[in-house]
C-alpha cells in the first residue's frame, strides 16, 4: 500500500519561498515517477513537475526558472522548493507516484502566495 505524505505548504508574500516535501511508504521509491501537481476550485489538476526515476525533471512552463523538483531514493522523499512565489501559485499541491499506469495520491498541502 503505497502512502505519500506531503508537508511544508503554507502562506508566503508574493516573491517569498517554500520548500514542499512529500514522504513516500509501501513502495520501491527509486523506480518511481514522482511528481507534483496543484488544484484551485473550480479547475482542474495541473501538473506543476516531474522527476523520473533517471533524474530527468520536466516543468509547467509557468513555473520554470522558479521552481526545481528533486527526490532523495535514501529517504523516499521528493522536493518542490518554490521561490520567486506569485500569487497565481496559489492552490493545493498534491504529491502524484505514477507507477505504470497507476497513479497514487498524498492529500495535499494548501500553499497561498498574497499580492
Known amino acids: 500500500q503505497v502512502q505519500l505524505v506531503e508537508s511544508g505548504g503554507g502562506l508566503v508574500q508574493a516573491g517569498g519561498s517554500l520548500r514542499l516535501s512529500c514522504a513516500a511508504s509501501?513502495?520501491?521509491?527509486?523506480?518511481?515517477?514522482m511528481a507534483w501537481y496543484r488544484q484551485n476550485p473550480g479547475n482542474e489538476r495541473e501538473l506543476v513537475a516531474r522527476i523520473f526515476r533517471s533524474g530527468a525533471t520536466t516543468y509547467a512552463d509557468s513555473v520554470k526558472g522558479r521552481f526545481t523538483i528533486s527526490r532523495d531514493n535514501g529517504k523516499h522523499t521528493v522536493y518542490l522548493q518554490m521561490n520567486s512565489l506569485k500569487p497565481e501559485d496559489t492552490g493545493l499541491y498534491y504529491c502524484?507516484?505514477?507507477?505504470?499506469?497507476?497513479?497514487?495520491w498524498g492529500q495535499g498541502t494548501q500553499v497561498t502566495v498574497s499580492s
Open positions: 509501501g513502495s520501491i521509491f527509486s523506480i518511481d515517477d
Open positions: 502524484n507516484l505514477l507507477r505504470g499506469s497507476t497513479n497514487f
